[in-house]
């Protein structure tokens, strides 16, 4: 008993003390970021471009970035889960959970899962070679649809499989067919869907090694996606952080800063949506 007691405090202490590093990297993080970016965000700088020298010194701002990293999360949420949607219903409806190609399946999207998104970047900017493409907004907005489609599928297939089985008998007894069932199953998963889409919009709006290749920098607002190149926000980080000048590199947490309180704010917007509609998921 006194063995039992000891491993259950240790491994408490350990579990604590776990908790508290983790806090205090993320903690200490969050302080470098405020304290040296805080001094260095204004109006002029997010709301006009840069202009000549911007990244010497020069005056001006990073919203050419903002819209541009906007821009590239709309584009490839609206991608991502036109696909990931359908996906999930031919895996949870049309085909048995237990079956061979299902299980194929979800292992194909747990490897995608998994693949760094340099590699994303690369295979997108040889396949722009092979055919003949230049970096711009469309080519950035795909690869990262290609990078997110994997975290859309297998968090809201993991919610769909809490459907009960008996859920679906009940409208095909009502004459309904599967594809109207579709409705009752996006209604039960959508709090799945929710997160799935704070996940993604999370890492594609931080996201640096996949649209580096792709979507190219410009100080410019892009007018035709298949053509101009876009701006995101941890590019310009990238940039500014390379600069000499001491003032762009104060530039550069402060965009790191507005980079942090956007992501902080869709994870708050995603657990109130998500526990307002948390009683639609089926126990």
């Known amino acids: ?40 965000i204004s109006f002029e700088m997010l709301t006009k471009l840069p202009s000549s020298g911007f990244y010497l010194g020069g005056s001006g701002g990073i ?11 709309f584009g490839s949420t609206i991608f991502g ?22 299980y194929f399946v979800r292992l194909s ?17 040889s396949i722009m070679i092979f055919c003949g493409l230049k970096t711009s907004l469309l080519a950035g907005i ?4 290609f990078l997110i489609i994997p975290i ?17 008998d009940v409208t095909y007894s009502l004459g309904a067919t599967k594809l109207e069932t579709a409705i009752v199953v996006i209604r039960k998963i959508f709090p799945g ?5 704070i996940l993604s919009v999370g890492r594609a709006i931080g996201d640096t090694a996949a649209v580096i290749f792709t979507a190219g920098f410009t100080d410019n607002i892009p007018v035709v996606p298949w053509r101009d190149q876009v701006a995101t926000l941890p590019l310009s980080v990238f940039f500014q952080l390379s600069s000499p000048v001491p003032e762009v590199r104060n530039r550069a947490y402060a965009a790191a800063l507005l980079l942090t309180v956007i992501v902080l704010l869709l994870s708050l917007c995603g657990r109130f949506v998500t526990s307002k509609f948390l009683k639609n998921i089926a126990n």
């Open 1 to 40: 008993m006194k063995l039992k007691f000891f491993e259950e405090k240790l491994f408490n202490c350990l579990m604590v003390i776990s908790t508290l590093i983790v806090f205090f990297l993320v903690g200490s993080i969050i302080w470098t970021i405020f304290i040296k970016g805080f001094n260095a």
């Open 63 to 73: 919203l050419n970035a903002i819209i541009g990293s906007l821009l590239i999360v």
């Open 81 to 102: 889960l036109t696909v990931s949607i359908p996906v999930v219903y031919y895996l949870n409806v049309y085909l048995r959970s237990n079956s061979k190609f299902s």
């Open 109 to 125: 999207f747990d490897v995608f899962y998994g693949i760094p998104s340099i590699v994303y970047g690369a295979f997108a900017f």
């Open 142 to 145: 795909l690869t990262v649809t």
């Open 152 to 168: 859309f599928v297998r968090s809201m297939d993991e919610v769909a499989k809490s459907v009960p089985k008996d859920l679906l």
């Open 193 to 197: 869907i929710i997160t799935a889409t």
